[in-house]
């Protein structure tokens, strides 16, 4: 398989483009699909006759990656404008926006937060930064992960379990030390 | 932590996590790891456990996105194997019901294939009563269906204000009955009836969602749907429409369908689900072992048509959806339901006579075989084709006679259905025999008059019967 970074630009300049033409009229809260995004961008050069990429798996590893970028600059750019504020406005992404998911889940994922503890996981493992990256901002299926980093459905999962168990309490707004579980709390 | 450190929590976690909640902690405690990773472990085990859909993945596409010549607008509804979404087919400038297959299967190859075939089944339909199938679009590698867009409320709707008057009832089911009559005459089974996935639009006609696509939904979802029904908060409170057969895994066919049909008409005319109102564990349960619960407001006729319908055992459903419709057209509906059905049909007065009469009938076209035989000789070169004839009449009239003789005595749920499906031969072999007697009479009549007069006598006798005093009893007994 390609490198993906080499084939970067066409998908990086669509995803970016399709991202733009979403948030033209940004509202306070706005939400971004990522993996809709990825989606659509797809449905798009997919259509064309010469992609450089050898197929969807191929082509969603590219798109994770620039998705990835596309978010984080954006939040960066919005966090540098709003520098003094004491609410600086960050983009969410929220996955769960049109999903079936009981209100107890969480409003969304701070892009910039995500980003960083994604460098902090890569630096304990790379390979189960790189799952997350795959899984979430390219939307990949579990067998797609496998494929594309040539390992086992199992170890995906594996990894991908422990990333995420890890991600949640590494974003938590505030847990300081491990709390025993106590039964009926929420 | 280093990457070493972060190794040894990571095979403990795994550890841990084969290991049933409850005996986690102990687990982890009992390792020989050092008490810094049994520490890590454990918080990251308490984040695991409170998982609510942190960082899954859901691609939908948003308002405004382009697929194809197609943009989205909103969603319109999504289940485990589907996602409607409301679009603007920009070519033609109107609105449209564009399905496709759920983020998790984008990318499955069976199930695209069986999207594409049943879109192609679903097309073929073509009922007034059926949403029209415009197109099956392959947009990038991926087929979307793209229908007819219906403004209205569904059937869930409409029962959020009550039941509906037995005339209306009657009428929507009657409208149902005949589009699934259509579709399964094409093999085309829906799968998935209810409520939901019936809308009635502006003119007051009810039309079918989701043909053909609910059967590729249905067969993937078998009982992992019925799983998702209990999770708390995804589709909880809704009702199953399954039929026994598909909650527990077996082959479907037409009549999967009649018993969605079935908990379809209870409803419409009593508001309620007819397997209860209770917990869904307990509802599944009384789908799959008893029968609806009695409902004094239900007509017989109609309780007769829903209770046959909702047959546990397919085979004892009706034989053909067609059946079913004809039970319907033919069912006067007033009387409401006993409360022991089983035991229900023309229990009346006139019942026993219109009963009488199918075997008195019967046994007098078998009397008249031997004088048929005996004057065969004196009709000319034809006799024995005239006989042929007449015993070929008495056999399919009285036979099928004794048959509804038969029917009513022990299995009265069906005589309406058997009752529309023999009328036209019973109707044939009538005419037949009268028209044969009385012709065989006035032939024989110059040389025999005693049997000519028998003959004639017993011609007209049967036209008689069966064009003016059956009728009667007919409507006594079935009013």
Redesign the interface.
């Known amino acids: 398989m390609a490198d993906p970074a080499s084939l970067m630009p066409q998908v990086y300049d669509e995803l970016r483009r399709l991202a733009a033409?979403?948030l033209r009229h940004e509202r306070p809260g706005q939400t971004l699909?990522a993996?809709?995004?990825?989606?659509?961008a797809?449905?798009?050069l997919?259509?064309e006759k010469n992609h450089p990429w050898k197929n969807?798996?191929h082509f969603l590893a590219i798109a994770a990656l620039s998705m990835r970028q596309i978010l984080v600059q954006r939040a960066r750019a919005r966090h540098a404008e709003k520098r003094g504020g004491q609410d600086a406005q960050r983009i969410t992404l929220d996955?769960?926006a049109?999903?079936?998911?009981?209100?107890?889940?969480?409003a969304g994922?701070d892009v910039l937060a995500l980003n960083d503890a994604l460098e902090k996981l890569a630096?304990?493992?790379e390979q189960q930064a790189k799952i997350?990256e795959l899984?979430?901002f390219g939307?990949l299926?579990v067998e797609?992960v496998a494929e594309t980093l040539d390992i086992s459905p199992a170890t995906v999962k594996?990894?991908w379990?422990?990333a995420?168990?890890?991600?949640?309490?590494e974003l938590?707004p505030h847990?300081p030390?491990?709390?025993p579980?106590v039964p009926g709390q929420p | 932590m280093s990457s070493e450190r972060w190794q040894q929590v990571g095979a403990l976690f795994d550890r841990a996590l084969a290991e049933a909640p409850a005996g986690r902690t102990a687990l982890v405690r009992a390792s020989s790891e050092p008490v810094e990773v049994q520490d890590e472990v454990i918080a990251l085990l308490a984040a695991h456990e409170t998982g609510d859909g942190f960082l899954e993945p859901a691609a939908l596409l948003d308002a405004g996105a382009m697929v194809g010549a197609y943009r989205i607008d909103r969603i319109l509804g999504r289940g485990g194997m589907g996602v409607v979404y409301l679009a603007e087919d920009t070519r033609l400038h109107r609105q449209v019901a564009l399905k496709a297959l759920p983020p998790h299967l984008f990318r499955d190859d069976r199930m695209r294939s069986r999207l594409r075939r049943e879109a192609r089944a679903a097309a073929a339909l073509s009922h007034p009563a059926i949403a029209t199938v415009y197109a099956l679009e392959e947009i990038g590698d991926q087929p979307f269906i793209a229908s007819e867009y219906l403004e209205g409320r569904t059937l869930r709707e409409e029962l959020a204000a009550g039941p509906l008057a037995v005339d209306r009832a009657v009428t929507t089911a009657r409208e149902i009955a005949q589009a699934l009559a259509a579709a399964h005459d094409r093999g085309i089974v829906h799968r998935d009836l209810k409520p939901e996935n019936i809308v009635r639009t502006q003119s007051g006609s009810v039309k079918i969602l989701d043909f053909g696509l609910a059967q590729f939904d249905a067969a993937a979802q078998d009982l992992a749907s019925v799983t998702r029904l209990t999770d708390p908060g995804v589709m909880a409170g809704t009702p199953p429409y399954m039929a026994p057969e598909q909650l527990l895994g077996q082959p479907t066919s037409a009549r999967t369908d009649q018993f969605a049909f079935g908990v379809l008409l209870y409803e419409l005319l009593t508001g309620r689900h007819p397997f209860g109102t209770g917990t869904l564990p307990t509802t599944i349960a009384r789908v799959l072992t008893a029968p609806p619960e009695p409902d004094a407001s239900i007509p017989a006729g109609l309780w007769n048509v829903l209770e046959r319908a909702t047959q546990k055992n397919p085979d004892d459903r009706f034989v053909s959806t067609a059946d079913l419709v004809a039970a319907l057209s033919t069912n006067h509906f007033g009387t409401p339901a006993p409360q022991h059905p089983s035991t229900s049909a023309p229990a009346s007065a006139a019942g026993n006579w219109w009963e009488h009469h199918q075997l008195i009938a019967a046994i007098a076209y078998w009397s008249m075989a031997w004088p048929a035989w005996e004057v065969h000789q004196w009709t000319g070169r034809y006799g024995v084709l005239i006989f042929l004839a007449t015993i070929t009449a008495i056999v399919v009239s009285a036979n099928l006679r004794l048959h509804l003789w038969f029917t009513v005595r022990t299995y009265p749920l069906e005589l309406p259905a058997e009752r529309a499906r023999v009328a036209r031969g019973i109707r044939a072999a009538d005419w037949g025999f009268a028209l044969l007697m009385t012709a065989t009479g006035l032939v024989i009549a110059e040389a025999h008059a005693a049997w000519g007069a028998l003959f004639v006598a017993f011609g007209l006798g049967a036209a008689l019967a069966f064009l003016f005093i059956e009728p009667a009893t007919a409507r006594a007994a079935f009013r």
């Open positions: 033409s979403y699909q993996t809709a995004l990825v989606h659509e797809f449905l798009r997919n259509a969807r798996t996955e769960s049109l999903a079936d998911v009981p209100a107890t889940q969480p994922v630096a304990l493992d997350v899984r979430y939307g299926t797609e594996r990894h379990t422990l995420k168990a890890w991600l949640k309490r938590a847990t030390s491990p709390k579980q």
